[in-house]
């Protein structure tokens, strides 16, 4: 994954100044919380803090595209005699659909899909493991916008990635509530 993240900073990098012309195009970084629902034993539901960068181009007013990167934290379980973790983030491509209410305030959706990586990790008294699981999935999500001004928004959003995890027993699903800025060019 650290591979991924830097390849998509060294491209948005270089397709900075391409954005800066473009009319339409976009950047933006959200904060929130990830749920992760995990099922198998010494698992459960928690929920952690989490972030996303992202970029996209509005074609129209009401129709465009978005990629970005997401993590969800960590997932932890422990059940006394064995500890279980799974790191958990996301790349994803969608598209993009806006509904302006009026020249303030603007209803997003999107539907797309994600290569979900889950890093986990199992210790016991007598067994260790340690693995980096890769899962596509359907990305869907919805939220909305405050435009502050001409180029800058306040957006509010929540983004199902689908499954993250699915190896033998276990499998992990996440889903993410975030509040962000997004500027647009």
């Keep these: 994954m650290k591979k991924q993240l830097f390849a998509v900073v060294v491209g948005a990098a270089l397709a900075f100044p391409l954005f800066a012309q473009a009319e339409g195009a976009y950047v933006g970084g959200n904060i929130g919380r990830a749920e992760l629902k995990a099922g198998g034993d010494g698992f459960g539901k928690e929920n952690k803090t ?27 379980g422990n059940d006394g005699t064995e500890s279980s973790s799974g790191d958990t983030s996301a790349l994803y491509a969608a598209v993009t659909g806006t509904l302006p209410l009026n020249e303030q305030f603007s209803l997003l959706a999107k539907v797309g899909i994600t290569r979900n990586e889950t890093k986990i990790k199992i210790d016991d008294t007598n067994f260790h493991f340690s693995s980096t699981e890769n899962k596509t999935s359907a990305l869907i999500g919805v939220g909305a916008a405050y435009n502050i001004n001409k180029n800058l928004s306040a957006v509010a959003e929540y ?27």
């Design 50 to 76: 989490s972030f996303k960068a992202y970029a996209g181009y509005d074609f129209t007013a009401n129709f465009g595209v978005e990629a970005g990167y997401a993590s969800f934290g960590k997932l932890k």
């Design 159 to 185: 983004e199902h990635f689908g499954k993250t995890l699915e190896l033998g027993g276990a499998n992990i699903k996440a889903s993410q509530f975030s509040v962000g800025l997004r500027y647009k060019f």
